[in-house]
Nanobody, 120 residues
Framework: QVQLVESGGGLVQPGGSLRLSCVAS????????MGWYRQAPGKQRELVAG???????NYADSVKGRFTISRDNGKNTVYLQMNNLKPEGTAVYYC??????????????WGQGTQVTVSL
């Protein structure tokens, strides 16, 4: 019954901005760490950003200073604000909830993904 629904992807020019949303249901959202991952064509899925149940954050080096992960527990939603987008940011972006409370993202449940294309 766990459900993660991403939205907000689209086509954006290099240097542009986009905000992704992941609406969660089927569990007590505020207890779980959450993460954003992306998978570019021909590449493995990689962690973009994570946010803990306590609000602590971590980022891939490639997006530090440009992306911001946040959460709104009242809306059961995790966000990824992406600024100064680069072509290498083109990927399908996935929301993730780990299997257990306290575990880091990367396993467990995944959303369907939302496509982000950074191109002229």
């Amino acid at each position: 019954q766990v459900q993660l629904v991403e939205s907000g992807g689209g086509l954006v020019q290099p240097g542009g901005s986009l905000r992704l949303s992941c609406v969660a249901s089927g569990f007590i959202f505020r207890f779980y760490n959450m993460g954003w991952y992306r998978q570019a064509p021909g590449k493995q899925r990689e962690l973009v950003a994570g946010i803990g149940s306590d609000g602590t954050t971590n980022y891939a080096d490639s997006v530090k200073g440009r992306f911001t992960i946040s959460r709104d527990n009242g809306k059961n939603t995790v966000y990824l604000q992406m600024n100064n987008l680069k072509p290498e940011g083109t990927a399908v972006y996935y929301c993730n909830r780990p299997m257990t409370i306290g575990a880091p993202p990367g396993s467990g449940y995944w959303g369907q993904g939302t496509q982000v294309t950074v191109s002229l």
